[in-house]
């Protein structure tokens, strides 16, 4: 199973994901994609650290994800993930445009050849209005084209508002 969860911010779609991926009866890894740059981030880490079952295992990776998912790569393991947004963040924030090619390709890769159950989190980003400067636009249109990818190679699709699952792609 590799589902892919897109929501808004405070959508619902962290708790959604994640009892999804429980459903799996795997042990399950929890992949952090964030950094912590100010209080205001470290008061949500705090919070999904608090939301998550202890027993988890936690892999905090800002930028080599596909390493970390070809590592995991088992049957028997589940992964979720959280965030590609943010994780996308990271590598724009390099700035060096050759490896943000080679990790988005990497990662893809490393998705479409997962053989256990995985649940990937991203944020809906392109609901809004046209962003008013080109960093923010770029943003978006990373987001946009990394979640049509992975909506491809997921077989379950689910957008979340207001903490309603609303089911966009289901196959078995």
């Known amino acids: 199973m590799k589902h892919l969860v897109l929501g808004g911010v405070r959508s619902g779609k962290s708790a959604f994901a994640q009892e999804q ?6 042990a399950v890894c929890y992949v952090a994609t964030s950094q912590v740059w100010d209080d205001d981030m470290a008061e949500r880490v705090r919070l999904h650290k608090g939301n998550r079952p202890s027993e988890w295992q936690v892999i905090e990776e800002p930028l080599a994800l596909a390493a970390v ?3 995991l790569n088992d049957p028997e393991q589940a992964v979720i993930v959280e965030c590609f947004t943010l994780w996308l963040t990271n590598l724009l924030c390099l ?5 943000l ?4 390709a990497a990662l893809l890769n490393a ?4 053989q256990g159950d995985l649940v990937l989190v991203s944020s809906e980003v392109g609901l809004g209005i046209m962003p008013m400067n080109a960093l923010a636009r770029r943003f978006a249109d990373e987001a946009g084209e990394m ?3 992975l909506a491809k190679l997921t077989n379950q ?3 979340v508002a207001a903490g309603l699952p609303m089911p966009l792609k289901s196959q078995p």
């Not at 991926?21 to 795997?26: E, M, R, T, Y």
């Not at 700035?95 to 490896?99: C, F, G």
């Not at 998705?111 to 997962?114: D, I, Q, Y």
């Open 147 to 149: 979640n049509q990818a």
């Open 95 to 99: 700035e060096d445009e050759v490896r």
């Open 157 to 159: 699709v689910t957008l």
């Open 69 to 71: 998912l070809d590592s």
């Open 101 to 104: 090619a080679e990790e988005k």
């Open 21 to 26: 991926v429980a459903l799996s009866g795997k």
């Open 111 to 114: 998705v479409e050849n997962f």
